[in-house]
C-alpha cells in the first residue's frame, strides 16, 4: 500500500493540515507534497469522523 496508508490514514480520512500548512482542497494537498521530496518526513492532521487524529508518514515514490 501506499506510505499513507502504512501510516495509519484510512479512505474517508479529511487531511486538515500537512506540516504546519492548513489543507482546504485536494489542490492544496498537490501543491504542499509536490514541494516536497521522497523520504520527507511529513506530519498529517487528519479528521476521522469525529476524531481529530495526527499520522507520521514519510513520503515515498509516486505509484505508476
Known sequence: ?????????KQGD???KIN??????????TNVISALKVGDK???DIVR???????HV???RKAG
Open 1 to 9: 500500500g501506499s506510505g499513507a496508508a502504512s501510516a495509519g490514514v
Open 14 to 16: 479529511i487531511i486538515v
Open 20 to 29: 504546519s500548512t492548513p489543507i482546504h482542497s485536494a489542490q492544496d494537498v
Open 42 to 44: 511529513v506530519t498529517l
Open 49 to 55: 469522523g469525529t476524531q481529530h487524529l495526527t499520522v
Open 58 to 60: 514519510t513520503l515515498g
